[in-house]
């Protein structure tokens, strides 16, 4: 495989104007493609055409009717080049044969259950047909299927279905018409045997828009959910930034395999199921969560992503970190900010840091790539998404949205830069955005270092502030960004104090903007020593160091009126916790963490979703970027300890959350639930009956959330109860593919036993298949949130994880690459882990096939 480039980019000498695709679905798929194709402007007029194509079968290839020869083509594994003299305009016709009953990479054509799909995105649409598979190629399609009219009664393309009706032999046939134009990672096909929900929405112009759900038969029941925040986003998208829907009719269809969440195919979202079906018994709170930003997301690409797409893939983070910005702020709009932001930030933090840490650091806007799957990153989507909330945050929200309005108007039907994005808003702002640019193309994640300063008899106090980033592979050099801090200024009780703007480098009384390297406010005419609230609102992806005392901290948690500043402060609270236990018994840190959470147990509370939040201990995994050199099994003991802990200092309060855990839907349950959970969580660490019995019995609540929530709480505890509620949850939802996943992911997870051991025996259970779900639920669990059976220091961990990676090398390279990234992080492991770990790696290294895993474990040994 070669390195792409972004410096290499070349428009194409060819536009693809017109498509025209066939699919005769048989035990094979047939597929006639008609191309009308234009020499553009600027190419020479003996360019030769070049097209992308692999994994079929090449029946026929034809120019005006005529058939290519041999000797003016050349050809590789996955192109090739038509070197013949060309018209200016001229016809294409290629004929191939594709087997999706044996296409497991979920590429391209492939079967999931009672359906045939398509996945394009990022090159999929090149294992259908020989075409420019490039997504600055914008063209008009339309979409002829005909399949069985008993095993596919349902056949679905891109925009309009225009024609439909009988053919012979039992057959039938849709011909479909998607008036916008389009590059081809976001055609989309289906020919199934599906359940269908319809609805209607009426757009803020008074248009009627069809809207379908296409699901597995049987789970109808399981759409409402889906079909309301499809309902709800169109509204949000309306009010907020203009945008209103612009065919008559959009198609979301739920695949059972499917190897990321979901697919914004204009007019016809493929999803993966777990990201459409919902019920109170079988999904969690959190599901209905998942669902719901989605569902948005995928509709919020249908200005950013389809209606104005990427030039290049290196541009991605144009269309997914704009469009993570926006989902954050519907789900936030909806269902409130504090608890929205914190779990934003958490994500950020646990993943996006570590991969910035790490051999496959790369900038929001990457130089080069190998394979393009391999940059749908955290740091594409979720740093997108913080640059782009920045942006807003130094234009004001209101210019803000002008500006992506001018981006939308300027861009609309073509592919566009981030150059482009960022050109809009600067012509909207006046603003130059020189300096903001290094965000993108900046790898590293930034520290901010502040130290303050106290006059008590001159009554000043002074901020010094300095950033500085890591170098990265290949970028040792960094140079400062912009980062906007948000800050809050309190007193020893906990009342704001007001101290007034500074500009340039404090623009308002709550904003800092560290431009340089170095800075330094000093504020006259302070009375009281203040105590700074640093980063409100997480408003930019830095890791900030500030030497708060406990009492700060607590004062932090008790009064700051800002959600993400108070959980910030417990974090600390928590971490300097965690650490004393990791090196020796505990002392003033634990004791001021404890202190802490039993004042915040005595405050009042209306948002439950909130106390939740500030009660939840940090997640393994994100423990683990904090701990140099990785020892996990030394990690998860601390862990545990911490979790002891606070389960004996607040014994009391969380006795009474733990019982009051509500079945009914509504808002304010959803935060009883989650409190409940997380209270039971920490009781059951102390082993007392009373609580592992009533976690027995809630694990057969017909609410999901109470059930999982208690299984969860019950999962590390050798007890009787909890394999009596394991074994009953397994018999209860064996068919029940989503509800399965969860208990695979239990079992993969615990720390009971021997988790090696056990995880590979769920990899034999009779009830595993190796779908993309399944496969994470086990695999991605072990090696994220089980360290202590993943770090094991005889290295089994390790060597399990890389036998599946190369199992799965040859079938699913998509899925393969994604659990890789569990083996990449060899340099920061306690020894002996990390030459047991490197020694696995430089093994599999030959061994492995396909150029995803191969980029990825190629940097991690470089
Ligand atoms: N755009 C798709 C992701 C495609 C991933 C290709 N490997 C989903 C999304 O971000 O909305
Ligand atoms: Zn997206």
């Given at each position: 495989a070669v390195e792409v480039f972004r410096k290499d980019y070349r428009a194409p000498?060819?536009?693809?104007e017109n498509v025209d695709l066939d699919f005769d679905v048989r035990d094979r798929t047939t597929v006639v493609s008609v191309l009308r194709i234009r020499r553009n402007?600027?190419?020479?007029?003996?360019a030769p055409l070049h097209l992308d194509g692999r994994g079929f079968e090449l029946l026929e290839l034809a120019i005006d009717g005529l058939a290519v020869a041999e000797a003016n083509v050349e050809r590789d594994d996955e192109r090739l080049l038509i070197k013949q003299a060309l018209p200016q305009a001229f016809s294409l016709r290629v004929v191939t044969r594709l087997d999706p009953d044996s296409n497991?990479?979920?590429?391209?054509l492939y079967r999931s259950g009672p359906m045939l799909c398509t996945q394009c995105?990022?090159?999929?649409f090149s294992r259908i047909t020989y075409f420019p598979?490039?997504?600055?190629v914008l063209s008009r399609f339309k979409v002829r299927i005909e399949a069985d009219a008993q095993r596919y009664p349902v056949l679905l393309s891109n925009g309009n279905r225009v024609e439909a009706g009988e053919a012979a032999d039992g057959r039938h046939y849709a011909i479909w018409e998607d008036p916008f134009l389009k590059p081809c990672y976001l055609f989309a096909l289906v020919a199934g045997d599906l359940g269908c929900v319809s609805d209607t929405y009426t757009t803020a112009s008074g248009r009627e828009v069809a809207l379908q759900f296409y699901v597995?038969?049987?789970?109808?029941?399981?759409?409402p959910h889906a079909l309301e925040s499809l309902k709800k986003a169109m509204r949000w998208d309306e009010q907020v930034y203009g945008l209103e829907y612009d065919l008559d009719i959009y198609m979301v269809v739920a695949a059972r395999?499917?190897?990321?969440?979901?697919m914004e195919n204009k007019g016809l979202n493929l999803f993966n199921a777990r990201f459409v079906l919902a019920s109170p018994d079988t999904a969690t709170d959190a599901d209905y969560e998942g669902i719901e930003s989605v569902i948005a997301h995928e509709y919020f690409h249908?200005?950013?992503?389809?209606?104005v797409t990427c030039r290049?893939?290196?541009?991605l983070s144009l269309k997914e970190g704009l469009t993570v910005f926006r989902d954050q702020n519907f789900s936030a709009d909806l269902n409130g900010a504090d608890v929205q932001r914190i779990g934003e930030v958490r994500q950020l933090r646990t993943l996006q840091f570590a991969e910035d840490a790490g051999p496959m650091a790369h900038p929001?806007?990457?130089?080069?790539?190998?394979?393009?799957?391999?940059?749908?990153?955290a740091t594409v989507y979720e740093k997108g998404a913080e640059i782009v909330r920045m942006l807003q945050t130094l234009l004001g929200r209101e210019t803000f949205i002008k500006g992506v309005q001018h981006y939308l108007r300027e861009h609309d039907g073509s592919a566009a830069t981030i150059e482009d994005f960022l050109a809009a808003h600067e012509a909207v702002?006046?603003?130059?955005l020189e300096g903001f640019r290094r965000w993108y193309s900046q790898a590293g994640t930034p520290t901010v270092g502040i130290d303050d300063e106290y006059h008590l008899l001159a009554h000043t106090y002074t901020l010094h502030l300095e950033q500085s980033t890591p170098a990265t592979p290949g970028a040792p050099d960094k140079k400062p960004v912009p980062i906007p801090i948000r800050v809050a200024f309190f007193d020893g009780e906990g009342q704001r104090i007001h101290l007034p703007a500074q500009p340039?480098?404090?623009?308002?009384?709550d904003l800092i903007l560290l431009e340089d390297a170095q800075a330094t406010i000093t504020f006259e005419d302070v009375k009281v020593r203040p105590t700074p609230s640093f980063?409100?609102?997480?408003?930019?992806p830095v890791r900030l160091q500030f030497g708060y005392s406990s009492d700060q901290l607590v004062n932090l948690l008790l009064h700051e009126s800002d959600g993400f500043a108070r959980w910030e402060a417990v974090q600390r609270l928590m971490l300097n916790a965690f650490f004393e236990l990791l090196s020796g018994p505990a002392g003033d840190d634990t004791q001021a963490l404890l202190k802490g959470l039993q004042l915040l147990a005595a405050q009042h509370f209306d948002d439950k979703a909130l106390l939740a939040e500030l009660l939840r201990m940090p997640s393994e995994s994100y423990l683990a970027g904090q701990l140099?050199?990785?020892?996990g099994e030394k990690l998860a003991a601390a862990r545990d300890a911490l979790r002891l802990r606070i389960a004996h200092a607040l014994t009391g309060p969380l006795s009474v959350w733990a019982t009051a855990?509500?079945?009914?839907?509504?808002a304010i349950n959803v935060g009883r639930r989650a409190l409940a959970g997380i209270a039971s969580g920490y009781l059951a660490a102390t082993r007392s009956t009373r609580i592992l019995d009533l976690c027995r019995d809630r694990a057969?609540?017909?609410n999901m959330t109470l059930s999982y929530g208690a299984l969860v709480a019950l999962n590390d505890i050798d007890c009787p109860q909890r394999e009596d509620a394991m074994a009953a949850f397994l018999s209860r939802w064996r068919h029940d593919a989503l509800v399965l996943d969860k208990w695979f992911a239990l079992q993969a997870g615990s720390?009971?036993?021997?988790g090696v051991e056990r995880t590979a025996e769920l990899l034999g259970?009779?009830?595993?298949?190796?779908s993309p779900n399944r496969i994470r639920s086990v695999l991605g669990t072990f090696w994220r949130e089980n360290l202590r059976a993943y770090h094991r220091a005889d290295g089994s961990g390790y060597r399990l994880l890389a036998e599946q990676v190369l199992k799965l090398d040859k079938s699913n390279p998509q899925i393969a690459s994604r659990l890789a990234d569990g083996l990449l992080?060899?340099?920061?492991?306690?020894a002996p882990r990390d030459e047991l770990l490197r020694a696995v790696l430089q093994r599999l290294v030959q061994q492995v096939a396909s150029p995803d895993v191969s980029e990825k474990i190629h940097k991690a040994l470089a």
């Open positions: 000498d060819y536009a693809v402007g600027q190419a020479r007029a003996d497991h990479s979920l590429e391209g995105e990022a090159r999929g598979d490039r997504p600055d597995d038969k049987g789970n109808e029941g399981r759409v395999e499917f190897n990321m969440g979901a249908n200005w950013t992503g389809n209606r290049d893939w290196f541009q929001v806007r990457p130089d080069s790539y190998v394979e393009i799957n391999n940059f749908y990153t702002s006046g603003r130059n340039p480098l404090m623009p308002a009384p980063l409100q609102g997480f408003s930019a140099q050199p990785l020892d855990a509500p079945e009914d839907q509504g057969g609540s017909d720390a009971i036993g021997n259970h009779p009830d595993y298949v190796a992080g060899w340099r920061g492991l306690a």
